[in-house]
């Protein structure tokens, strides 16, 4: 934004804290606190809101038998939350803010998003070929449109990250596939089923 208004020289720009830079360059250290607290209080509150939900993402995925239901689907007595799963998420939250740099902590948040975001437009297309008879509370317009240019966009902005941001993203995904392997696809709930199915020649 400031170098949009021509307040200051994009070279002599922090890149750390560019808008607020620039105000402090431009003598307007006001506005520079005002521009400070609102970004700590934006960041706080998105901390705020996915540690509430990771919580329950891995409470969902419990259920579905993908994790251990007796840690990540315990849910407390009294405040009927996911606790152990809460502090697991502070716990883990609270280690990689005390040992990583933001920067790479910024670039991993962005690049595993961005990524969920390619899986889920991939989904919709190959749910769309596969199980056309699901139901569908939600529809998602001019498909495939709109999932192909969602994973198009998506993929420009990661490529957009350093290479090794690229391997940290590859390292996190090896560690999913052998949680995925090692636990979730043979006590899923749709494994179960299928075996039941499969057992009663149905």
């Known amino acids: 934004a400031a170098v949009l208004t021509g307040m200051v020289r994009y070279d002599k720009?922090?890149?750390?804290?560019?808008?607020?830079?620039?105000?402090?360059q431009m003598g307007l250290h006001w506005a520079r606190r005002l521009i400070d607290v609102g970004a700590m209080t934006g960041i706080t509150s998105v901390l705020l809101v996915?540690?509430?939900?990771?919580?329950?993402?891995?409470?969902?995925?419990?259920?579905?038998?993908?994790?251990p239901e007796s840690f990540f689907g315990a849910v407390h007595d009294k405040f009927?939350?996911?606790?152990?799963?809460t502090i697991a998420t502070g716990v883990f939250v609270a280690i990689m803010a005390a040992f990583l740099p933001l920067r790479i902590l910024a670039e991993m948040t962005n690049i595993g998003t961005l990524f969920a975001f390619v899986i889920v437009c991939?989904?919709?297309?190959?749910?769309?070929?596969?199980?056309?008879?699901?139901?569908?509370?939600?529809r998602a317009p001019f498909v495939p449109l709109v999932p192909i240019l969602g994973i198009l966009s998506c993929l420009m902005l990661m490529f957009s990250l350093p290479v090794e941001n690229w391997w940290r993203l590859f390292i996190w995904l090896a560690i999913g596939f052998i949680i995925y392997f090692g636990y979730g696809r043979r006590h899923s709930i749709?494994?179960?089923?299928?075996?039941?199915?499969?057992?009663?020649?149905?």
């Open 80 to 85: 009927r939350t996911p606790w152990k799963g």
């Open 50 to 67: 996915m540690m509430l939900s990771q919580p329950r993402v891995l409470l969902a995925m419990s259920r579905d038998g993908m994790l």
């Open 13 to 24: 720009i922090d890149i750390n804290a560019p808008v607020s830079n620039a105000f402090a």
């Open 190 to 202: 749709l494994a179960k089923l299928r075996a039941r199915n499969g057992g009663s020649g149905t």
């Open 122 to 138: 991939a989904a919709v297309l190959i749910m769309r070929r596969t199980h056309p008879e699901a139901q569908r509370p939600f």
